[in-house]
């Protein structure tokens, strides 16, 4: 079992900067690729960007070069660091970490809100 817990968030102006953060605990020797994704109100969960366990990221277009994923494995925790924000970026955020038996598992969720 693999346990996610997110923290960062909340309300921002366009324009401004948020972090949010996700500590990994269990069974964290299992987990390869972990993922911040994203969700709006009645549209399909979006992967926003990855990183590998050797720190290869991937970004969505919406993001690149606004958005930044790290990773600290010494303190199994992965971070999204978002410069520029957009209204458009307003959304629930969630962690996901990928397991090298192919399980996955989410965080609960941090809510980030960017206003015009």
């Known amino acids: 079992q693999v346990q996610l817990v997110q923290s960062g968030g909340g309300l921002v102006q366009a324009g401004g900067s948020l972090r949010l953060s996700c500590a990994a605990s269990?069974?964290?020797?299992?987990?390869?690729?972990m993922n911040w994704y994203r969700q709006t109100r009645g549209k399909q969960r979006e992967l926003v960007a990855s990183?590998?366990?050797?720190?290869?990221?991937n970004y969505a277009e919406a993001v690149k070069g606004r958005f930044t994923i790290s990773r600290d494995n010494a303190k199994n925790t992965v971070y999204l660091q978002m410069n520029s924000l957009k209204p458009e970026d307003t959304a629930i955020y969630y962690c996901?970490?990928?397991?090298?038996?192919?399980?996955?598992?989410w965080g609960k969720g941090s809510l980030v809100t960017v206003s015009t």
């Open positions: 990183i590998t366990s050797s720190g290869t990221t």
């Open positions: 269990g069974l964290i020797a299992a987990i390869g690729r």
């Open positions: 996901n970490a990928n397991t090298k038996g192919g399980i996955d598992y």
